[in-house]
């Protein structure tokens, strides 16, 4: 069994990649030449199949409603894009 499990995404503004963060608020982390959470994810997930998904604490930033809908459908694009 191949588990993959990542953690401390921070969606929203503590989030290091503007794919994880709310539209039309950026991130306030200034990180020169970060690369998209998102993209690196699948990408890494689909060099080898895996058979769970893991995703441990601090989903988002501040808690918010908005946050966590946001962050569920990143996360359900993210599990749908691996090999089956």
């Known amino acids: 069994t191949k588990i993959a499990l990542f953690g401390d995404i921070h969606f929203g503004p503590l989030s290091r990649s ?5 539209p039309g608020e950026p991130p ?3 990180t020169d030449g970060g690369k998209s959470l998102k993209a690196e994810l699948i990408k890494v997930l689909s060099e080898q199949p895996i058979d769970h998904l893991l995703v441990a604490g601090d989903l988002t930033s501040t808690g918010s409603p908005l946050e966590f809908d946001l962050c569920q459908q990143a996360l359900v694009e993210i599990a749908r894009a691996c090999p089956k």
Request: proline share 0%; net charge negative.
């Open 28 to 30: 306030t982390d200034k």
């Open 18 to 22: 503007t794919d994880f963060s709310v």
